[in-house]
């Protein structure tokens, strides 16, 4: 092995059967048959030298089935592991299916966490230790709750972005064992990479990138077909470990069989029969044996002639025959055990199978005598695995496939009744045993919770696949009302999944809840519609399918009201205030808002958060209530409003509601042209949404960001990140609010003296105002444009074209204002007209006009337009 500044350097290698990390007691009867592995050995201690010095190290052993690459560990791990803590994990064939499998078996280990324990046990283990261990990890300790499965209560990372709750959770790991190497040198070992599933090897790679400075030694095992990106980190190594050469073979050959020259015929067509593949060559003389071909009484002798031998082509046919040699009863024992898995304890094959004790215990010695399987050191009862992978798929493959179904099912029944406290821990293995055995009930059950369970580990990929073969199970079983109910769940569960990673406004939300919407008509079920009705009207909202929602709304309010239920019809007043305030009917949703707060009780907010996203009933309400005031012309009320819901958000102590409000303050700011407030509520914001992954809130933040630093003389820096957060609002398939946003920028491009930009800004605007109805910034999208229109003009340019044009812009504002009763809007878009009709000589006129708007107010004269106002009225009057 090369240093930690060398490149990589691939070792031609030869060694012996592969046999399972942790097999002491079985291993250690055959180390005087390991061959060919000192060079090897070596650079494994070479690693670890510089690992122990704070050189990290990563040493990857690549080679096809049966050439060694556990046994090369397994044996470095003897030799080695008084100086190292050790913790191992590996991949099984199904595995893919299931996120962080390796990893969970990795810190289960770490913890000490028994089958056995109870949730709050399991929670104490690792309290315990992170904090006994370091009290600067209790910030990691929820995401290792989540990932564990242990969080209770208000799971404080449920709003959070799921891939930075990913990434959060695999930096949690990585700071633990990082940590953990500070104290000790810390051997991981990760075996079978080629069954890893995603989330692990995201995580394998972070560690890859973070351990060359550390303590560590990161061992890796893989058949060829697998890949990965580490070939260019000067801290990783591969060993390719390739079939036995001739002279290796015959070392093998001279330790399995003696070395009398009679057998040397034999040796070489085990070789040429093999080609130095060493679980075949092991597979093959332990064949010999068991045939009486080979006998051994003092020294082997060969009880037959080279020409009468015969022997299978493939390991395979070669396993496939030793196991038909079995007796019956020791048959029958290996395939129910490559039925229930790679790996089973002593208590699983007693429920799966008939036999009795003393039967059971006599046939598991016997296949051990026969290097089928292997026992593992385990705490309370014994342990068991194959030798290897291709002893359980050759003894699997050979059961019949009813006897395959029916050992399923019992497999399952048993797990089931083992493991009744901790079922949880089991449900990947559950949904695989029940629909391999053709229970497609069952399976689909535990494929249902395996899946919510990934969703709660943020590993939602999984999630997806489990709930959606859930759902293709249910389509193979009669359609009774309880397959339909279980139908329900799951397609609103997929309906959060999805929408949890790709937003509200993700095409796939439609079907989902569309689905969703005809199996609660078939079934009558009205509370389970609520959810459904919600994820629908959110779908048509975001993606500004105004009136569609405004429908789904409607349906939703009118099924509270029928439910009697007032937490829910508080919940449905908001929905139907947020469209008719987006419509422009900014008095009905006042409307909405308020008599959504006189229901609203702060208690019940758990039993509907998860329907809206996570934000808080009062918190939203209070929000958007805000908005509407201001608009109607109550600035003074709608800021008593914005600090209402501040001030909840701080109660709730939640930074998905702290960051909601933030967004909405702002917003409000914005219409109030608080600039310094904006910049640091945007500021705050964007932490927050960076800290907390809240990305579906970043585009709002950039835009308001970008606002106030326009608004500061930082033009080209304010607009850019205004358009660095539309890009990210539109990325999300989100069309609601583009309007906005697209006004804000365009009165930006106003003040950086780029009118057709900003003109083009506010076209584009508009075209989505009449094609989607998203109306309640339609007055100032007309005044803005009258706004520029004159700007375009030459400088000095008196002409009347320009001035009509903007004049028209002008009176169009004024009129969808007063229509809308939005008076901030109102006062604002007479402003504009006056300062053009003053120019032209029509100040009293303008006076008249401005006058009659301004005297309507009665409160918010300390505010910038009113202000405004005020002095243009008096300039009008001389």
């Known amino acids: 092995m090369k240093g930690v500044s060398e490149p990589v350097e691939v070792y031609e290698v030869t060694g012996l059967g592969p046999l399972r990390t942790r097999f002491q007691r079985a291993a250690a009867r055959?180390?005087?048959?390991?061959?060919?592995?000192?060079?090897?050995?070596?650079?494994?201690?070479?690693?670890?030298?510089?690992?122990?010095?704070?050189?990290?190290?990563?040493?990857?052993?690549?080679?096809?089935?049966?050439?060694?690459?556990?046994?090369?560990?397994?044996?470095?791990?003897?030799?080695?592991?008084?100086?190292?803590?050790t913790l191992e994990?590996?991949?099984?064939?199904?595995?893919?299916?299931?996120?962080?499998?390796?990893?969970?078996?990795?810190?289960?280990?770490?913890?000490?966490?028994?089958?056995?324990?109870?949730?709050?046990?399991?929670?104490?283990?690792?309290?315990?230790?992170?904090?006994?261990?370091?009290?600067?990890?209790?910030?990691?300790?929820?995401?290792?709750?989540?990932?564990?499965?242990?969080?209770?209560?208000?799971?404080?990372?449920?709003?959070?972005?799921?891939?930075?709750?990913?990434?959060?959770?695999?930096?949690?790991?990585?700071?633990?064992?990082?940590?953990?190497?500070?104290?000790?040198?810390?051997?991981?070992?990760?075996?079978?990479?080629?069954?890893?599933?995603?989330?692990?090897?995201?995580?394998?790679?972070?560690?890859?990138?973070?351990i060359a400075t550390a303590r560590i030694l990161l061992?890796?095992?893989?058949?060829?077909?697998?890949?990965?990106?580490?070939?260019?980190?000067?801290?990783?190594?591969?060993?390719?470990?390739?079939?036995?050469?001739?002279?290796?073979?015959?070392e093998m050959l001279s330790a399995l069989l003696g070395n009398d020259a009679e057998l040397e015929p034999l040796k070489r067509l085990i070789f040429k029969r093999t080609e130095g593949?060493?679980?075949?060559?092991?597979?093959?003389?332990?064949?010999?044996?068991?045939?009486?071909?080979?006998?051994?009484?003092?020294?082997?002798?060969?009880?037959?002639?080279?020409?009468?031998?015969?022997?299978?082509?493939?390991?395979?046919?070669?396993?496939?025959?030793?196991?038909?040699?079995?007796?019956?009863?020791?048959?029958?024992?290996?395939?129910?055990?490559?039925?229930?898995?790679?790996?089973?304890?002593?208590?699983?094959?007693?429920?799966?199978?008939?036999?009795?004790?003393?039967?059971?215990?006599?046939?598991?010695?016997?296949?051990?005598?026969?290097?089928?399987?292997?026992?593992?050191?385990?705490?309370?009862?014994?342990?068991?695995?194959?030798?290897?992978?291709?002893?359980?798929?050759?003894?699997?493959?050979?059961?019949?496939?009813?006897?395959?179904?029916?050992?399923?099912?019992?497999?399952?029944?048993?797990?089931?009744?083992?493991?009744?406290?901790?079922?949880?821990?089991?449900?990947?293995?559950?949904?695989?045993?029940?629909g391999r055995a053709g229970d497609a009930e069952k399976a689909s059950d535990y494929l249902c919770r395996a899946g919510q369970r990934a969703i709660q580990r943020s590993a939602y990929g999984e999630g997806v696949d489990h709930l959606s073969a859930s759902l293709d199970l249910l389509k193979t079983l009669p359609e009774t009302p309880e397959c339909v109910q279980r139908e329900l769940a799951l397609q609103i569960g997929l309906g959060l999944a999805l929408t949890a990673t790709k937003g509200w406004a993700a095409p796939e939300a439609e079907s989902i809840y569309t689905r969703a919407r005809q199996l609660c008509q078939q079934?009558?079920?009205?509370?389970?519609?609520?959810?459904?009705?919600?994820?629908?009207?959110?779908?048509?909202e975001m993606r500004a399918e105004h009136k569609m929602a405004y429908n789904l709304a409607e349906e939703l309010f009118t099924l509270a009201q029928r439910l009697r239920d007032s937490a829910l019809l508080a919940l449905a007043h908001y929905p139907l205030g947020c469209t008719l305030l987006t419509l422009g009917h900014t008095s009905a949703a006042r409307d909405q808002f308020e008599q959504s707060l006189a229901l609203y009780?702060?208690?019940?907010?758990?039993?509907?958060?998860?329907?809206?996203?996570?934000?808080?009933?009062?918190?939203?309400?209070?929000?958007?209530?805000?908005?509407?005031?201001?608009?109607?012309?109550?600035?003074?009320?709608?800021?008593?409003?914005?600090?209402?819901?501040?001030i909840l958000a701080q109660e709730l102590r939640s930074s998905f509601n702290q960051a909601y409000a933030l967004v909405q303050a702002a917003t409000n700011d914005v219409l109030r042209r608080e600039r310094l407030s904006v910049l640091q509520r945007a500021e705050t914001l964007l932490a927050l949404t960076q800290e907390q992954g809240f990305l579906s809130l970043f585009g709002f933040g950039s835009v308001l960001q970008g606002w106030a630093l326009v608004e500061q003389s930082q033009i080209e820096e304010g607009i850019s990140k205004m358009r660095e957060g539309l890009a990210a609002h539109r990325a999300a398939g989100q069309v609601a609010l583009v309007p906005l946003f697209l006004s804000l920028l365009?009165?930006?491009?106003?003040?950086?003296?780029?009118?057709?930009?900003?003109?083009?800004?506010?076209?584009?605007?508009?075209?989505?105002?009449?094609?989607?109805?998203?109306?309640?910034?339609?007055?100032e999208t007309h005044r803005l444009k009258g706004e520029l229109a004159l700007q375009r003009s030459e400088p000095g340019d008196s002409s009347s074209t320009a001035q009509t044009e903007a004049e028209a812009y002008f009176l169009k504002a004024i009129d969808i204002a007063r229509r809308q009763q939005a008076k901030s809007l109102e006062l604002r878009a007479v402003m504009s007209l006056g300062r053009l009709w003053q120019h032209q000589g029509k100040a009293k006129e303008a006076h008249e006009m401005l006058s009659e708007i301004y005297r309507w107010f009665t409160e918010g004269f300390d505010t910038a337009d009113l202000k405004d106002a005020k002095a243009l009225l008096e300039e009008l009057a001389t």
């Open 523 to 540: 079934l009558g079920e009205t509370r389970q519609l609520i959810p459904v009705l919600w994820g629908l009207w959110a779908f048509y």
């Open 277 to 434: 593949n060493p679980f075949f060559v092991e597979e093959i003389v332990q064949a010999l044996f068991e045939q009486g071909v080979l006998a051994r009484n003092g020294k082997v002798k060969l009880k037959q002639s080279l020409a009468e031998i015969k022997t299978p082509p493939t390991v395979q046919a070669l396993l496939a025959s030793r196991i038909d040699r079995l007796p019956a009863n020791q048959k029958e024992l290996l395939q129910t055990l490559s039925v229930i898995g790679r790996e089973f304890t002593l208590p699983l094959i007693r429920r799966v199978t008939s036999s009795s004790e003393t039967e059971l215990e006599s046939m598991l010695g016997a296949l051990q005598s026969g290097e089928f399987i292997y026992e593992q050191p385990a705490f309370l009862d014994p342990e068991y695995t194959f030798k290897h992978a291709l002893t359980q798929e050759v003894a699997y493959n050979s059961v019949l496939i009813e006897r395959r179904r029916l050992l399923h099912q019992r497999a399952g029944r048993a797990l089931e009744g083992l493991f009744s406290d901790s079922i949880n821990d089991h449900l990947d293995d559950l949904a695989r045993h029940y």
């Open 89 to 210: 994990a590996f991949s099984v064939s199904h595995g893919k299916a299931s996120a962080y499998l390796p990893v969970l078996e990795l810190l289960r280990d770490y913890f000490h966490i028994a089958a056995t324990d109870d949730s709050r046990t399991r929670r104490e283990k690792v309290t315990g230790r992170v904090l006994a261990f370091d009290r600067s990890l209790e910030d990691a300790l929820p995401y290792l709750f989540g990932l564990l499965g242990l969080s209770e209560g208000n799971d404080s990372l449920a709003q959070m972005d799921p891939q930075l709750r990913r990434r959060r959770t695999h930096e949690a790991i990585k700071r633990l064992l990082l940590r953990e190497s500070l104290n000790q040198p810390l051997m991981m070992i990760f075996e079978d990479l080629h069954w890893i599933d995603g989330e692990t090897q995201s995580l394998l790679n972070l560690l890859v990138d973070s």
């Open 30 to 85: 055959r180390l005087t048959k390991f061959v060919g592995r000192q060079r090897e050995i070596e650079a494994l201690r070479h690693a670890a030298e510089l690992a122990r010095a704070g050189h990290g190290q990563v040493v990857a052993a690549m080679a096809e089935p049966g050439v060694g690459k556990s046994r090369l560990f397994h044996e470095f791990k003897l030799v080695s592991e008084s100086e190292w803590m």
């Open 746 to 779: 365009a009165e930006s491009y106003g003040k950086a003296g780029q009118p057709e930009e900003g003109l083009k800004a506010l076209t584009e605007a508009l075209d989505l105002v009449n094609k989607t109805d998203e109306r309640y910034v339609e007055a």
């Open 219 to 250: 061992l890796v095992n893989y058949r060829p077909e697998y890949r990965h990106e580490w070939g260019s980190r000067t801290h990783y190594t591969q060993l390719r470990l390739d079939p036995l050469g001739r002279e290796s073979a015959a």
């Open 601 to 646: 009780d702060p208690r019940q907010h758990g039993s509907v958060a998860s329907l809206i996203g996570g934000e808080d009933l009062g918190i939203a309400c209070r929000a958007l209530l805000a908005h509407a005031l201001w608009i109607l012309g109550y600035p003074a009320q709608a800021l008593q409003r914005v600090h209402e819901e501040l």
